[in-house]
């Protein structure tokens, strides 16, 4: 399905490492949907070189940014602009990374460094990113922003640990920050909230299979796969959603309204 | 702006009045968006006329149905069903009256009588709407079944009256029958949380200018319009929005996560 | 435990069936706690006579009303004011009954006649009891309503049927006349949203067992005890809480805020 | 009012800088209920002198202790149960701080070496001490964890800048860490979301009148004062409130249920 809902528009796609991942959905159904991108991940991901085959598949220029460094962020939103033609409609924030869930700390163990590094790296970086687009004047008006979050950052999920602190921060930069861009510039700043995916970066977390199957029961349309957020994503960049602003959307299959399921008790 | 969004999709529209209906906006979009319509209002908002001139405008059929009664919807989708060439793919709800806030009935001198007609035309028509839907099984897999509601079902609005209780129904119905109709059909069901719009349905409410006006000062992005809406509506009839369900979502320029806006000082 | 927490505070408490009802727990700790109460329930409830014994065991009147009928609430409350010697501190609200559960209807087959009666035993009662509290004047400034609620308002639970919007619009009314207790009197109003429990009332839900053992399960203090419950109650009622209004608070060892317990998985 | 709530406990305060303080009311109020209790400030705090006269009033020990410092909450821990005779009861954490309000940094041009620095000052603080109650096993079976919160965590106030975040990642903490805390000692942990309060901290805060005296219009009940909000965490201190944990608990005058008060209009 294409409508060209996204002709004539450019962004940043944050975050596309493999095939698994959300932010590769993403950026090849907003190419299909008409728009022209920039990928950028941290230089880090560029090493496993799939990054770069979805830039060539995209006609899509990759630049690697740290996206905790606000050096590295402006380099990479002027190259942008540069590159697109002028200023952004829409930025994808597809970031999250947990220390102390890879180095197996329980989250009544923490390494509080390596808990502020998560924080930085997961949430505070979608913070500089507007900042820094902010500062530059590098979105259009009505323009679009949206990070990719989880319910965690509402409801215990034991091993999520402090990714759950990750998203709540983030969900809160969303509010924070989507107030200022509206009296910029009409700038939208949305998360949406998805159901579990089987991502590569997903899958360093404890428990995940369980995790995803549990959801996938207690979901009445089942969990949501990746290929359906990069639609509800492009729909989110486009101009159909206008006045949506400011909020989390949970693009989950129906868990988020669900107390009890009775496919879970069977 | 049309990208064919709908294109090939059919359903019907509650609750077309006249050129301010948000309603009317949704039915103009869908058709523009390439969907096939049937009209339905209540009997007594046939006499208007607007309606049947909105029908010829789009090519729908207006289909009188008293939305509180279980035959008048029987007998307008088996006919929707019969007219479209098939189950459907998308139903907007957009129904509500209060009896108390139209004779002047202090929310602390409720005709309880009153009250429960209220609940009947403004939230149960849905739940009635939704039963008549699933027993003559007349929607599409991945259908969409949309209500609009509005954030007195979060938060106390003074003049709201008793339809702070009709939306907090409405939203409970979509959780409630969304769980069925997911297992069932995978059809979606969600209500959109609109800002205040000036209707002719909502001029009736006491005090609406000044709801009006303090809503555009406290949203960010100002009250979201009716043609906004129908736009929104569009998405979430799209295939673009097939694992969103059983979710209140908010088209109202930020203004449900505004804590206070400093514009508001000023 | 008893403090005097409520030491020369009067009040009446609705729904006390028999020594399983939570209202039996508030009514016995209520009076534990140095309060002076009346005892009131639907007349058929009388008939099993196990409320006229708790009456007398707590030195409390026992005044049969039914809750939907303005005479019989209005005749109460004067009563009540009369035998307490003056306006009253607390009123608790422990009030459910569905028809189409009791009579096993399906929720995508209701009877919406019983559906109506449903809303009007279960949630427009605590609308009719606090217009005529407020009408005859019949609260002390600070005085405190509250009524019982569960977490299908806000999520779905299958079997739950259409006492899920009972809750949702007993919760609603909680917020709207909320306001105008404050506004008139600082009267509070409030809900909590209980655990599921064993009571004569609860064991009526069909998988009310399933219901309780998931619950308690997912619960990381486990299901909250009726005893448990009348404490919170009476905290409420105390002078201890004066600025908590408008809410609906969970009593439910921690239910409401988890997404997944482990203890479910195993 | 007292009426011993807290007979027979124990517990520490973290936070009472002067008699503006929240924690100084609580300080007092728990000494008043019956409690023994150990103050804590930083040790910057010491200086001003206020917090040595308030433990010479309440019998209370002040012991230095910088909460982001895991060697000093250890210390202080260790010390208290000592000097407490024993495991505590109850725990309230009041602190917070913002470096780029103090420095006057507006939001989109954040210093983030300084949010950093206030996420671990006003949140991070919270998990350290819990996690350092947890592994000293310093906590009774049914103890009490407190954080002050502020509502700034669900919506935006345009002035409160990174605090939000900060509330925002403390909600979480005490969802995340309240489930550990269950399952190990049947131990609670919730927020109490409190009004604006004139604090010493509160009063650096731009634009705090404004917040005030709008937040003060639009709580039907008012603005709850600090008063008013120890004795509210007495209560949730207390064995009353035994099964509520993780939550966020509003004690606002009824703010946060607030769509518009015509209040605010006039």
Same mark, same amino acid.
Request: charged share 20%.
């Given at each position: 399905?294409?409508?060209?809902?996204?002709?004539?528009?450019?962004?940043i796609i944050f975050g596309?490492?493999?095939?698994?991942?959300?932010a590769?959905?993403?950026?090849?159904?907003?190419?299909?949907?008409?728009?022209? %991108?920039?990928?950028t991940?941290?230089?880090?991901?560029?090493?496993?070189?799939?990054?770069? !085959?979805?830039? #060539?598949? &995209? =006609?899509?220029?990759? %630049?690697?940014a740290d996206a905790t460094d606000l050096?590295?962020l402006?380099?990479l939103v002027? !190259?942008?602009? #540069?590159? &697109? =033609?002028?200023?952004?409609?829409?930025v994808l924030h597809s970031i999250g990374m947990?220390?102390?869930?890879?180095?197996?700390?329980?989250?009544?163990?923490?390494?509080?460094?390596?808990?502020?590094?998560t924080f930085d790296i997961s949430a505070i970086s979608f913070h500089k990113t507007m900042q820094v687009l902010y500062?530059?004047?590098?979105?259009?008006?009505?323009?679009s922003v949206l990070a990719l979050s989880y319910?965690?950052a509402?409801?215990?999920?034991?091993?999520?640990?402090?990714m759950?602190e990750s998203k709540a921060l983030l969900e809160s930069f969303a509010r924070s920050f989507g107030?200022y861009y509206?009296?910029?510039?009409?700038v939208?700043v949305n998360t949406i909230?998805?159901?579990?995916?089987?991502?590569?970066?997903?899958?360093?977390?404890?428990?995940?299979?369980?995790?995803?199957?549990?959801?996938?029961?207690?979901?009445?349309?089942?969990?949501?796969?990746?290929?359906?957020?990069?639609?509800?994503?492009?729909?989110?960049?486009?101009?159909?959603?206008?006045?949506?602003?400011m909020?989390n959307?949970?693009?989950?299959?129906?868990?988020?309204?669900?107390?009890?399921?009775?496919?879970?008790?069977?």
């Amino acid at each position: 399905m294409t409508t060209g809902l996204l002709k004539g528009k450019t962004g940043i796609i944050f975050g596309a490492l493999d095939d698994q991942s959300i932010a590769t959905h993403v950026a090849r159904t907003c190419v299909a949907e008409g728009a022209r %991108i920039v990928l950028t991940n941290a230089p880090v991901a560029m090493r496993f070189g799939e990054i770069q !085959k979805l830039g #060539e598949e &995209l =006609g899509a220029e990759v %630049i690697p940014a740290d996206a905790t460094d606000l050096g590295d962020l402006e380099a990479l939103v002027k !190259k942008s602009v #540069e590159l &697109l =033609g002028g200023p952004l409609d829409f930025v994808l924030h597809s970031i999250g990374m947990s220390l102390n869930v890879r180095k197996k700390r329980e989250y009544t163990d923490i390494n509080h460094e390596w808990m502020l590094k998560t924080f930085d790296i997961s949430a505070i970086s979608f913070h500089k990113t507007m900042q820094v687009l902010y500062k530059l004047d590098a979105m259009k008006e009505w323009g679009s922003v949206l990070a990719l979050s989880y319910i965690a950052a509402q409801r215990s999920f034991h091993d999520y640990s402090e990714m759950a602190e990750s998203k709540a921060l983030l969900e809160s930069f969303a509010r924070s920050f989507g107030y200022y861009y509206a009296r910029k510039k009409q700038v939208r700043v949305n998360t949406i909230s998805q159901s579990p995916t089987m991502t590569t970066a997903g899958s360093g977390v404890k428990g995940i299979t369980e995790f995803f199957n549990y959801a996938d029961k207690m979901s009445p349309l089942g969990n949501a796969p990746a290929a359906a957020c990069a639609h509800y994503c492009a729909v989110m960049f486009s101009d159909y959603t206008r006045y949506v602003t400011m909020q989390n959307l949970y693009h989950d299959g129906g868990f988020s309204s669900m107390g009890m399921a009775p496919e879970i008790l069977e």
